[in-house]
Every structure is written in structure tokens, then in C-alpha cells.
């Protein structure tokens, strides 16, 4: 209770002006009202502009480093605005993108779904460490790829870029990244709430409070949900036993700008699913008994400031994710109650943003990442898979120039990892720890032919770390050893990526084509011998896949009234 009271306190100083924060010369009425940040992430700033025109236009913060429109982005990339996502009635990430997103969805009873992009998925064990889509929330990693266990009600809309991210966040991000940015509180405080029902017993209760106080200088937003739906039953008309579920989930931003050039915020998350019904295959015996529980919880805290009579720009934010699904098995029928994946993921983002001569920015950054997977049984010693841990250090520099119509995009990223296995009940572990280092680049431009319609070309590259059982360590089972390959390389991919975009009135639409070439694809099962004993199996890279397809999309909207 005291750190939220010393927390609360510091937002209200921080907005009345009581504490002392460097302010920058006052700026011109465009520039402040608008906030400073234009970094990785996006708190709330990163996205407007120092001119009247930008802020007509919808900025994107996830397809770059540096906020652009649109028509200045390379890659194609769909956003889905509060509008849409109310219009939806989606209840998590999954459900919406199963509207939005023309691609394959992988959804298992327990609320687990995992999506693809390109042709990539995020990880259907609902971490993101094998992934080769990535998840984040509000520019930081998700620290998950299970898109059911991401509640929507205080989310501001959703960002999706197709094609490689790396250079921006890293592994995994291969076929396109899909970003949460969280609502920021503004205008007359409200209160809304509601109720909903429906078939199986389905009850939905959420509430929320949000708006700006002293002038705009504080704002905060909070959500609240619970929903409870007994079990489904099929098209069949067949009911499905064991398949309720049950969650809670609540959300809180809180955003303080002392000085138009400052903005500090900080957000926090937490999902409860429990009592969440495992039914097994139809053509089994029922399993009545088996559920699982997730726990989440993710905070982040940032400030963005700015010199604008400089052109200058930073960011520094730092986050923290828990999730934490466990499998309940009451009957115990292979030796234990419940299986628990505890997955840690922290980071902190750095960025400065620099003018260079009169037609481009310069944006450099600096990135840490640590995540660590802790499993376990109870009672202990059933585990199957090992705990680990990894440390990710990245530098990045991203450059944007405008020359009349044509915008460039230049960027590149160097990224250093440390990993090992822990120790792990029931496990006999070797934990060698072992490091890569691995490179990353993308080139990009845009042309306005017309004023509506605008041509686009990319090219970039990306990767997925390989995990601590792949690369460093042995783990010995009952009915397995594997070791580690140390000589591993990351999987890799490069995209080539050509479009064009049509912006007329009402009317958007885009027609592009892909090509994407995966290689060095990581394979397990490969015969190896330890100290004689040649009953181990090992990882290896191996050819990947080719990827290509022509996309396209269409929207018309034209308000009216009746």
C-alpha cells in the first residue's frame, strides 16, 4: 500500500510541477501539445510530431524507430483502432485478430492460441523464446505468445507490421510484430461499466475509469472485467465437458507531463484465468477433471523528454513481465498435481534522437533483455523440461531522410546473448553456459507518385536466438539425453518486400508482394556421442523454407448520419 501511495504522490508532484524537472524552452502551440518521445517503445508522446500536418495524420510507432505516417513506411502495417476493437466485442488479443489478421490461428482448449504472420508463428507453448512472430505491449516484449492471455479493455489499439522487426526488437520478430499500445487517460474524467450474457451460462461484468486532471498534466485510465462461462457445446450439439472458464483482468495507466517537453507514465496489467477446463480430444474418454491456471503480470514505467529548439529527442523506460500458466492433474495419474512454467522477462529501453542536417533523423538506442524460465512439478522431480536463463544486450540505429517525395529508411542492430540451463528437480544437468553474437539490417523507401498513392520497397533481415537446451549444457531424462550444440547458428531470414498503398478519401487499400528466404533452421533429434556413450541426441541447423505470396487489402468508410 505504501509504494502505491509514494507512487501516486510522485505523479501528482511530477504534474503540478512541485518537483523540479529540466524544462526546455517553451515551444511554439504545435509543439506543445504535443509529447517529446520518439523512441522504441512508444509511452505516449512517440507518436505526434512537431508540425500541424503530422498531427492530422494517423502516426504508426511499431514499423520504425523514429514515428511516421503511413505513406513514410516501407513495410506494410494494419492498425486497429479503439473503435474497431469495441466494434469486435473481442473479449482477448486472439479473438480480435481472428477478424483482422488473414492468417492461420492455432487455438487449444485452456485458453491458448497462437497466431502466424507470413508464414511464422508465435510459440505454442505460450512463451516467446522459440517464437518467430513477436508479441508486445506497448513496445516492449510480451513475454508471451499466447494471444488468449491478453485482455483488450484498456488497450488503445493494436498495431500489426508484416515483414522482419529485428532490428527494432529483436529475436523472434520474423514474420511481423503485433503491438498493444495502452490507452492514456484525457479530457473530463468518465465512468463507464456493463454487463453482458449469453449461451453456456456466459457472464461478463467490466467497468472503468478514465480522463486528464490539472490541465491535462495528470491523466490515468483503469479497466476492470471478470467473466465466467460454464461448459460449450459443439456445432454438433455435443457438449463439451470440461471446457469452462473463468478470469479476471485489470489494467492501469497513469501518464504526468509537467512541462510539454517531459512525459512520465507507467502502466500495469494483471490477468487471473482459473478453474480454466482441459477437455481432452472428442474421440477419448472425457477428462473431467484437468484445468489449468494462468497468472500475468506486466508494469512498465518511462519518460520521454525533448529539446525541440534542438530537434532532440530521448526515451528511457524499463518493464516487467511474470506469466506464469500451470497445468492442474488433481488425479495425479503421472506422479504429480500440477506443472508450473514460471517465465520472467524484464528489459530496459534506451534511445536518443538527433537531427542530421536538414533532411533526416538519427536515432540510436540501447537495449537489455533478461528472461528467465523457472519449471516445476508438485511434488517436485517430474519436470521435462529444463530451466534456464538468458541475457540479451543490443544496440541499435535507425535512420530516416525525407527528400521532397521520397522517405529512406536505414537501419541496423548488433545483438550479444548469454545463456545457460538451471538447475532443475528432477533433471541431471550439465549448465555450460555459452554466448552468440548476431547482426541485423533492413533498407526501406517510399515514393508519392500522387498524392494518394505512394510506392513502397523494403529489404531486411532477421532472427531467432537459438534457447539454452539448443546451445549450451546437456539434459538427461529417463527416456532422453540431449546435448547442446555450441556451434550453432541463429535461424535467419531475409525479406524482400515491394507495395504500393492507396490513401483516397474514405478509400485505403495496399497490394504488395513478399519473398522470404528462412534458413538455418534448428533441428533436434541428430545422433551424438558423450564420453562414449553414443545414446544422446544433439541440434543442428538445417535448410529452412521459402516464403512468398502476393497480399492485399481494401477498406472504405464514410461516416453518415440517420
Known sequence: MSNAVVLLSLFLCLAVGACPVPAAEEAPSETSQSAPSQSTDQPQGKAREATTQATLEEMVVTASAIPATLKELPVPVQVITRKEIE??????????????????????????????????????????????????IDGHRAGTGNVASLPLENVERVEIVRGPGSVLYGSAAMGGVVNLI??????????????????????????????????????????????????????????????AYNDDAYSLSLQAVPHPDHVFSAVGNLYHGYDIGTPDATYNPPDLVDNKGIYRGYGSIGYDGALPDYDLNWHVSYYHVLDKPTWNYPLAEWGYSNYTSKTETQGVRSSFTLPTFSFGKLLLGFQWDGIGVTNSTEPTGYTYSPSSHYDNYAVLAEERITLDKMTLLLGAR???????????????????????????????????????????????????????????????????????????????STTYDIGV???YGGFNAGLGWFYTNFSNAISSGFPACVNGDCTWTTYRNVEGAIYSAVEDNMSYRKPFTC
Open 87 to 136: 466494434e469486435a466485442r473481442a473479449n482477448d488479443l486472439s479473438e480480435l485478430l481472428e477478424e483482422y489478421l488473414p492468417e492461420h490461428f492455432q487455438k487449444y482448449p485452456g485458453a491458448l492460441t497462437s497466431i502466424a504472420v507470413r508464414g511464422f508463428r508465435t510459440d505454442t507453448t505460450g512463451t516467446d523464446i522459440k517464437g518467430h512472430v513477436l508479441i508486445l
Open 414 to 492: 548488433y545483438d550479444i546473448y548469454n545463456e545457460q540451463l538451471e538447475p532443475t528437480p528432477g533433471l541431471k544437468l550439465l549448465t555450460q553456459p555459452e554466448g552468440f553474437s548476431h547482426p541485423s539490417w533492413r533498407a526501406g523507401f517510399t515514393y508519392a507518385i500522387l498524392d494518394w498513392l505512394t510506392a513502397r520497397a523494403a529489404l531486411g533481415t532477421a532472427f531467432r536466438a537459438p534457447t539454452a537446451d539448443e546451445l549450451s549444457g546437456s539434459v538427461e531424462r529417463s527416456y532422453m539425453k540431449s546435448i547442446g550444440n555450441p556451434g550453432l547458428s541463429p535461424e535467419t
Open 182 to 243: 495502452t490507452r492514456r487517460g484525457k479530457g473530463t474524467p468518465s465512468v463507464s461499466g456493463g454487463a453482458e450474457g449469453g449461451s453456456w451460462n456466459y457472464v461478463k461484468g467490466y467497468g472503468g475509469v478514465s480522463g486528464g486532471l490539472f490541465n491535462e498534466k495528470v491523466g490515468f485510465s483503469f479497466t476492470g472485467r471478470t467473466i465466467h462461462q460454464g461448459d460449450y457445446t459443439s456445432g454438433g450439439g455435443l457438449k463439451i465437458a470440461n471446457s
Open 501 to 503: 498503398n492507396v490513401e
